[in-house]
């Protein structure tokens, strides 16, 4: 039995594919996807990016820029999807509101990816993140964590486990060649009776699979994803979030 939540804490979720290219691809390939993208996300632009190298020596800090490709940018009239074309990568983002993985994300990844495969000369990825972020408002301050998480702190019991800040970084492999990346931490709250955790969670995978082979591997991205959710929150905190058995 899985659980759904009438009001998801999620504030962003993205999938990053990164394609197995022996060069990257051309402004002018990236172009391409400008007219296919605009009748669903209409805010097209096209963006230079640069990067700055910074050289420390005995005549002081010395910075050049360098250049670092083209970035197709395409959002939806409300800003709440986009997907962006890079030299080497798609990276497709939902925002708030996130209906849910097999409501609509999962098909707005497919739909990008397969416009890409047929306009373009891309055929094998090399790695597919799945990210998501989620912002956890709590109704307490000082922070009882132990009411609202289902962990521990790793602290010494003579610390209290009442209130504090907290950032938490955790990496670790997965079975079926995932690796996952964790960031749990408190941010200051706009509400003084309230207290906010991000909880930032990327399941990614590497390897090398054609391009037929990333429905596959995104559902294998994705399927760790709720069961850690659901495993970090207390009965408390899930009632808080809606949940619902479905």
């Known amino acids: 039995m899985k659980k759904r939540y009438r009001n998801p804490p999620i504030l962003e979720a993205v999938c990053e594919i990164h394609f197995d290219l022996p060069a990257p691809l051309t402004r002018d390939q990236i172009a391409v996807m400008e ?16 990067g700055l ?29 986009i997907a962006q074309l890079g030299g080497h990568f798609l990276a497709v983002n939902q925002l708030k509101p996130y209906s849910g993985w097999a409501e609509g994300f999962r098909a707005h990844i497919k739909e990008r990816l397969e416009e890409v495969q047929a306009h373009l000369p891309v055929q094998r990825v090399k790695q597919i993140n799945l990210r998501y972020i989620d912002r956890l408002d709590f109704p307490e301050t000082p922070l009882t964590w132990s009411e609202w998480f289902d962990f521990t702190l790793p602290v010494p019991s003579i610390i209290p486990s009442v209130g504090g800040t907290l950032q938490f970084h955790f990496e670790q492999n997965l079975p079926e060649g995932l690796g996952l990346v964790l ?13 906010s955790v991000i909880l930032d969670c990327t399941i990614a995978w590497r390897g090398s699979a054609s391009l037929d082979e990333c429905p596959t591997l995104l559902e294998r991205v994705h399927e760790p994803h709720p069961q850690i959710f659901n495993d970090f929150l207390t009965s408390r905190s899930k009632e808080l979030f809606g949940a619902y058995n479905v």
Request: hydrophobic share 35%; glycine share 6%.
């Open 183 to 195: 960031h749990l931490v408190s941010i200051p709250s706009a509400d003084e009776d309230n207290t």
């Open 35 to 50: 007219a296919v993208w605009q009748p669903s996300l209409p805010d097209v632009r096209i963006n230079e990016e640069k």
């Open 53 to 81: 190298e910074v050289t420390i020596g005995l005549n002081g800090v010395q910075t050049k820029e360098q250049p670092g490709g083209h970035r197709l940018v395409a959002r939806a009239a409300d800003s709440s999807r």
